[in-house]
């Protein structure tokens, strides 16, 4: 997300390096290059043009300051201007003390409003002790019941549910079932009520009349309107729709991970004057986040996103026993650092949100990570698989896998041979990396990994960017072999 916007920015400030003043000449040739970015991201066309605007304004005629250049005084000009356009956001939650608080979920069918009902539950038990209540009122679309109810279930979160509208059009009615569920809420000490109502393909089909009911009966505390980021400009016209309609306290914006252009990020907050509350940065259930402008507007301009990184990590030490940490510190200071321990490392950028997530927030962005057209997560399912199809044995040494070996690991991952040895002579390499990182934590651990990445560790047929010094000489197998031998000795003693 936000890539083609941060590749605009880039080659717009570029033509602003080196020149002595800020000029209206010189600024309205940059900042045109950053319009074009902005359309082309889907940002809404008066936004960005008085967006420009105001950035032309406080841009012209500022002296530049012996230390910085014009693109990094116009940079820091673009970041305040992408904060006010996407703030100020309050962060917090505002709990009623004596009754149950009711949080109210509309937007249209597909935006991923059950699934957010979900995440939200998940995020206010977890961060603000509460007890949520999923309240099921979406009942014309097939399955939405039942959908809420299994979340319910991973969640260990409480349903409630009156069924789904019959075919004939009978059935429980939506309103009712909403007021119904916070009665029930009072009884059952439940402190927190998400309301999943219904919603339509199209904003013309919504039942706002239904919507303004709910409002009307319940009083909720908060109405959010769930929002598909990847619906591009559809996303504003539709918040406009909802928050005509039900005076909205906020948006959650998702699929924030998927290939949206960024567009609706930065109109919504504009043309609505509702913020955006939460952004959906995953399908994974923790994969909510509280939106923050700051944070969003650094990414937007290359700077990435390490506060978020950083909490990540945070979040995976806590469920890392200190017995298991102290285990694998000892096993790194032994230099006995198996592809076993490799993969597990994986697991961890799982846990973090993947190495796409990872990568989209270091500084640079994911464009200038890995080379166009890479997918970062099939590189490293490509070396999970060659690591799998290996026997146990060959993790703990893979100085023992020859050519028959590579073979057979190679058509048990769906790779040539040749990747299973380029593979491997890579991890020789990083073996001697991770007797390193012993004292290191796991951010620092983290770091490294990207760098391996960056340096060709996933890629196929590229090369660590190790230099190899050529001797002159080929070796034959039974030195090859004789390498190996000392190798495993000097393992062992290590051990």
């Known amino acids: ?81 992408l904060v006010q356009l996407m703030g100020p956001v309050d962060a917090k939650f505002h709990f009623a003390k004596d009754r149950p608080t009711v949080i109210m979920l509309c937007g249209l069918q597909g935006s991923g409003k059950t699934t957010t009902a979900g995440k939200l539950a998940l995020l206010m038990r977890d961060k603000y002790g509460k007890k949520p209540l999923l309240v099921a009122a979406d009942l014309q679309r097939p399955a939405a019941v039942e959908q809420l109810k299994v979340l319910g279930q991973q969640l260990g979160v409480d349903v409630y549910s009156e069924g789904a509208a019959t075919p004939d059009g009978k059935g429980p009615n939506p309103v009712v079932v909403c007021s119904n569920a916070v009665s ?16 339509r393909l199209h904003v013309a089909e919504m039942p706002m009349d239904e919507l303004k009911q709910i409002d009307k009966i319940c009083k909720p505390d908060e109405a959010y ?158 070396v999970q698989g060659m690591i799998d199809s290996m026997t146990k044995k060959e993790r703990d040494d893979p100085d023992i896998i020859d050519m028959s070996r590579r073979r057979r690991i190679a058509a048990g991952s769906g790779v040539e041979p040749h990747e299973v040895k380029q593979f491997l002579g890579q991890f020789d390499q990083v073996r001697t990396i991770m007797r390193q990182m012993a004292n290191m934590s796991m951010w620092q651990r983290m770091k490294m990994m990207m760098g391996m990445g960056q340096a060709g560790m996933f890629q196929p047929g590229a090369q660590m960017a190790k230099a190899k010094i050529g001797t002159g000489h080929r070796k034959s197998p039974k030195e090859r072999a004789e390498e190996r031998k000392k190798k495993r000795k000097q393992d062992k003693k290590r051990k």
């Not at 082309?40 to 300051?65: H, K, L, M, P, S």
């Open 225 to 382: 309107f769930v929002c598909d980021a990847m619906t591009g400009q559809d996303a504003v016209h539709s918040s406009k729709a909802f928050n005509d309609a039900l005076d909205l306290n906020g948006v959650i914006l998702t699929k924030l991970d998927g290939d949206a252009r960024g567009g609706a990020a930065l109109s919504i907050k504009e043309v609505t004057k509702v913020p955006i509350k939460l952004v959906g940065v995953g399908e994974k259930l923790q994969a909510l986040e509280e939106f923050s402008p700051e944070r969003m507007a650094q990414r937007i301009l290359g700077q990435g996103d390490i506060a978020g990184i950083l909490e990540k990590v945070a979040r995976v030490q806590s469920e890392i026993s200190e017995e298991e940490r102290l285990r694998q510190q000892k096993k790194l200071e032994k230099g006995n650092f198996t592809l076993e321990d490799f993969r597990k490392q994986f697991e961890v950028m799982a846990k973090m949100g993947g190495m796409t997530e990872l990568m989209g927030q270091l500084p640079g962005g994911l464009s200038q990570m890995i080379p166009e057209g890479e997918d970062p997560e099939q590189a490293v399912k490509r």
């Open 1 to 81: 997300m936000f890539e083609g916007i941060t590749r605009g920015l880039s080659e717009a400030l570029k033509k602003l390096k080196g020149r002595g003043r800020i000029t209206e000449e010189n600024v309205r040739e940059g900042l045109q290059a950053v319009r074009t970015a902005l359309l082309e991201a889907d940002v809404n066309y008066d936004v960005a043009d008085a967006f420009i605007q105001r950035v032309t304004q406080q841009a012209v005629g500022q002296e530049v300051t012996k230390m910085l250049d014009p693109s990094e005084q116009i940079v820091q000009i673009m970041y305040n201007e």
């Open 184 to 199: 029930y809420a009072k009884k059952n000490s439940n402190d927190l009520v998400i309301l999943d109502t219904a919603g």
